[in-house]
């Protein structure tokens, strides 16, 4: 079935490092990929999203392409603070019918200041 | 704000007792959602529903039933709670793949 597997956290980083964080999907059907972000106590929130091959999404500073040869699509920031400091789930949904969102088992990402 | 809301925050209840939690949406939205969201296995569909009445089990909806007789309001139910269903319950909406998501509810069952 539809899947999406998530590199597993949690991931502390010092404030102004590079992130990444891997994501990569089952490649069934033409899927729109998602990024969204939970911050502590809160409901999760839509962070970016890309819904065909090599769109890149971007909000917020971070960014992630949809590559459709390697079935991925990872998260970047060039610059993390501590404010981003949260869970991000990786999510797909395929396109047309009912469009069931699949998510990832989430990463959590802590920055030290 | 989003137009979501669920009720209560939290919940602290004892095993075998019936609990309900309340999503509300002001969006209009047709498809509602619930998860719960539980360490290493982050969120996992419990039941969804699709119009006024028209409801479908998620992947783990044994001891949870739903009911939406309008298009704001979907009820979860516990019929008879278990510590096993101590967990964090999200509502969710769409009208299409993007989902807005409640502030969540904090169940602990004792």
């Known amino acids: 079935g539809d899947s999406v597997t998530q590199m597993e956290g949690p991931v502390t980083l010092s404030e102004e490092a590079f992130l990444t964080i891997n994501c990569t999907y089952t490649a069934t059907g033409y899927p729109s990929l998602f990024w969204y972000v939970q911050y502590p106590g809160e409901g999760l929130q839509l962070l970016l999203k890309a819904t065909k091959a090599d769109d890149k999404g971007s909000n917020k500073g971070f960014e992630a392409t949809y590559r459709k040869e390697t079935t991925s699509f990872h998260l970047e920031k060039g610059s993390v603070q501590v404010s981003d400091s949260a869970v991000y789930f990786c999510a797909r949904a395929n396109s047309g019918g009912y469009q069931k969102v699949t998510f990832g088992t989430g990463t959590k990402l802590q920055v030290i200041p | 704000d989003a137009g979501i809301t669920q009720s209560p925050r939290h919940k602290v209840t004892e095993t075998g007792t019936p609990v309900t939690l309340r999503c509300h949406q002001t969006?209009?939205?047709?498809?509602m959602y619930w998860y719960r969201q539980d360490p290493g296995h982050g969120l996992r569909l419990i039941h969804y529903s699709y119009g006024v009445k028209d409801t479908d089990k998620g992947e783990v909806s044994d001891g949870y039933s739903v009911s939406r007789s309008k298009t704001e309001d979907f009820l979860l139910t516990l019929e008879s709670a278990t510590s096993s269903q101590t967990s964090v319950y999200f509502c969710?909406?769409?009208?299409?793949?993007?989902?807005?998501f409640g502030s969540g509810t904090r169940l602990t069952v004792v």
């Open positions: 969710a909406i769409s009208e299409s793949t993007l989902y807005t």
């Open positions: 969006e209009n939205h047709r498809y």
